[in-house]
């Protein structure tokens, strides 16, 4: 299994399923409705005890609560884009998005 981590958004969960990542958390579990204070609280729980180091947002930008959590963790932030905002549309848009992906998640995960 690799190392723990959290999204912002559950936007890869085939994707981690896919490839047996280890999501702890995310942090916006409804589109509709800002996160509770007490589902916050328990996401700065889980970076505490599971030691993680990784948050991953969406990009186009990094969402507030995801700077604040890096203030109150030692986690950092990295984008993500899952969404393919910096890839050209054409036949291999959808491989060079999961593949931009796979290398984001990477980033962070295998230090």
């Not at 990542?21 to 996401?43: F, G, M, Y």
């Amino acid at each position: 299994s690799s190392a723990p981590y959290i999204t912002f958004h559950n936007a890869i969960q085939y994707f981690e399923n896919e490839f047996k990542l280890n999501n702890i958390a995310s942090i916006q579990t409804n589109t509709e409705a800002s996160p509770s204070a007490h589902h916050i609280s328990d996401v700065i729980r889980r970076i505490r005890e599971n030691n993680i180091s990784c948050l991953f947002y969406n990009q186009p930008e990094q969402p507030n609560l995801i700077t604040s959590l890096q203030h109150q963790t030692r986690a950092k932030a990295y984008a993500i884009d899952p969404a393919g905002f910096n890839v050209q549309a054409g036949e291999q848009a959808w491989f060079e998005i999961m593949q931009n992906v796979a290398s984001n998640l990477s980033a962070c995960l295998n230090k």
